[in-house]
Every structure is written in structure tokens, then in C-alpha cells.
């Protein structure tokens, strides 16, 4: 991993950073769309959030905005992505060559983004030395010799969820700092290392209640 500068992002809340994801998305669309200023009104009508929310999100990492000339979207699109640590590349390994796991090595965007998706591993001797996507799958017994030899900076568990626990306990085991989980049960890692537990079908259940209020609004 090729590290930037210092970093900001111990002094801005879990809140926060959260909605950082959302902002670096506009403003990269923003970027590809020629506008290189942009006022937190405009911010507030089109991505949905309150103007003063957007100010006081921004003003935490030095604001950039300037009064009478709003936010440069370039300088904030960097600042945001240096904060996100996306203006660095890192290697990442996938846990689990099923369905998901595939579908995450064939996703090129995750190399444009800077997660270069080195290898995947899996238990079953039946898939071990199969090809998914150029890529040999490595035996998970072969893990900790990998990962003496390599420099790996994130882990992608795709396994069943029964073993989504032990597969992390190896990952940091063997020294991996950051997890991401596909797994629908949260794992749970030592203090140092970051984890990140997805629960897809957490969006689907919003998207539920969504319908179901929009059925009775309608009187359907
Ligand atoms: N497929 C989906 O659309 C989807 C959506 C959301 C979440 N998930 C979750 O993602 C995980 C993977 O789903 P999937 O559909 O790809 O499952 P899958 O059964 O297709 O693949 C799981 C793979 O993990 C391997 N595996 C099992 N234990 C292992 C271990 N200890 N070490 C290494 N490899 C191991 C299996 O051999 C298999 O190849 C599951 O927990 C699932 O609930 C899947």
C-alpha cells in the first residue's frame, strides 16, 4: 500500500464518514460533468440532504467552501478521497470462490478504484486449481505461507455464513488488517483491525417497508 499524508479521519465521527461515500460519488460525477464549483444548496436539492448538514459535514475536514463561491469540487473531491483512503491502491484477497465471490473477482471497477484483486481461495479440493477469471483458485490451506510471501492489505470473506467467524479469525490471525464480510452474520475482530460486515438483504428490507407504505398511501 503506498500511504498519503497525514490523516484526518480519527477526528471525524462514524456519522460522518459514512455519508463521505455519498458526497465523493457526486462530486466525481460532478467532476465528469465539467462543474468545478458547487454551492451546498445545490448540493442539499440534489443529493437529498439538508443544506446546513452538508455545511457542518464538510466544515469537519476544513470546509473548502467559500462564501459567495461555494465548494470546489475538485479540491473537495480530493480532500474526501484522501480522508476515505481512496487516493491510495491496495491488495486484496477473496475468501470463498462461490457465487459472490466470482462475481467480486469479475468486477472491474473495484481495480479502478484502486482495490487490485490479487487472488481467491477456497476449501473444496473441487474448485482449488479451477480458473475464475485468469486466476487459479488458491487452496485456504495455503494461507499462511501466501501471506508470508505477499502483501495483502484486505480480505473479502464470502463464505457461508457457519464459517464467515472462523475465516476471519484466520485472516487476522495471519496478520490481515481489514476485513470486508459478505456474510450475513457480523464478525467480530481485535482491536486494530478494521472490519466492514455488509448485510445486502438489509437494503431489501428497507426497500420492503418502502413498498409497503407506499401500498397503503395509495390505499392499494
Ligand atoms: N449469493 C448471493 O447473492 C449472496 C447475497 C448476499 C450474501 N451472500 C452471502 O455470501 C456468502 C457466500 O455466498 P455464495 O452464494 O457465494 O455461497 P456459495 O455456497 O456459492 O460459495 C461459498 C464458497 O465458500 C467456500 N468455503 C466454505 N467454507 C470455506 C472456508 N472455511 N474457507 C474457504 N472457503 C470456504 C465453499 O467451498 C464455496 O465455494 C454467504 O455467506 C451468503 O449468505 C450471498
Not at 9 to 25: D, F, M, N, T
Not at 143 to 158: E, G, H, N, T, V
Request: net charge neutral; charged share 25%; proline share 2%.
Amino acid at each position: 500500500m503506498i500511504t498519503g499524508g497525514a490523516s484526518v479521519s480519527e477526528k471525524i465521527s462514524p456519522a460522518v464518514i459514512r455519508r463521505l461515500p455519498k458526497y465523493y460519488r457526486y462530486l466525481e460525477e460532478l467532476e465528469g460533468k465539467g462543474i468545478d464549483k458547487i454551492s451546498s444548496s445545490q448540493m442539499s436539492l440534489e443529493m437529498g440532504l439538508n443544506a446546513s448538514q452538508i455545511r457542518r459535514d464538510l466544515n469537519c475536514f476544513g470546509g473548502f467552501g467559500q462564501q459567495g463561491y461555494g465548494y470546489s469540487v475538485g479540491k473537495l473531491k480530493k480532500e474526501i478521497s484522501h480522508i476515505l483512503g481512496l487516493d491510495q491502491r491496495y491488495n486484496v484477497i477473496i475468501i470463498g470462490a462461490g457465487r459472490i465471490g466470482q462475481a467480486l473477482m469479475g468486477y472491474k471497477n473495484f481495480m479502478l478504484e484502486g482495490f487490485n484483486v490479487v487472488d481467491i481461495f477456497d476449501n473444496d479440493p473441487l474448485k482449488v486449481g479451477t480458473e475464475i477469471e485468469g486466476r487459479e483458485v488458491q487452496n485456504i490451506a495455503m494461507l499462511d505461507s501466501y501471506l508470508k510471501d505477499k502483501s495483502i492489505d484486505i480480505a473479502i470473506i464470502c463464505t457461508p455464513k457457519e464459517y464467515a467467524q472462523q475465516s476471519a479469525d484466520l485472516l487476522v490471525s495471519f496478520g490481515i488488517k481489514a476485513v470486508w464480510n459478505f456474510a450475513p452474520a457480523d464478525v467480530a475482530v481485535r482491536r486494530g483491525v478494521a472490519v466492514e460486515n455488509v448485510h445486502l438483504s438489509d437494503s431489501l428490507y428497507v426497500l420492503s417497508y418502502k413498498l409497503k407504505e407506499k401500498i397503503k398511501g395509495t390505499g392499494i
